[in-house]
């Protein structure tokens, strides 16, 4: 019997994990993972496979950009003495990481699925022939 699953399932499902490793439990440590995962094998892969790499990679480029260059700048203006600038750097943390990992759980959601989807502002253009969910109108 033929299976339903599309091709690239488990390599979209992989990228996803790591995306979310990487900011929950091994930061650092889940990019790595995840940047090997994205080049080893670039040739030949499904579209819903390239596409979910394409976007956890440049989604986490984005996430180091906001968490890292944001903070430091907050610091760097605002000095890191005053109580303040410690309230808005946690606050923007707790807020800016949030929505990532909620990001992350949704694309982790469409690979389980088999669909492709794309990151708000930050996900590239997704390849030709990555299957869609299905819209109910």
């Known amino acids: 019997m033929k299976s339903t699953r599309p091709e690239g399932r488990r390599i979209a499902i992989a990228a996803e994990s790591l ?3 990487n900011l929950l439990i091994l930061p ?3 990019f790595l993972f995840l940047l090997a995962l994205a080049f080893w094998g670039r040739e030949g892969r499904a579209p819903l496979a390239a596409a979910h790499l394409d976007q956890t990679v440049r989604a986490s480029l984005w996430a180091g950009l906001l968490l890292i260059i944001v903070i ?3 610091m760097a203006i605002a000095g890191a003495g005053a109580m303040y600038v410690w309230t808005l750097v946690i606050l923007y943390f707790i807020v ?5 990992v909620l990001l992350g759980v949704f694309g982790l959601t469409k690979a389980l ?5 794309r990151y708000p502002l930050v996900g590239p253009p997704l390849p030709g022939g990555c299957p869609q ?4 109108v």
């Open 19 to 21: 995306y979310l490793a």
């Open 28 to 30: 650092g440590i889940g």
């Open 72 to 74: 430091s700048a907050v």
């Open 96 to 100: 800016c990481h949030t929505t990532l």
């Open 113 to 117: 699925a088999g669909h492709c989807w």
């Open 133 to 136: 969910a299905k819209r109910h």
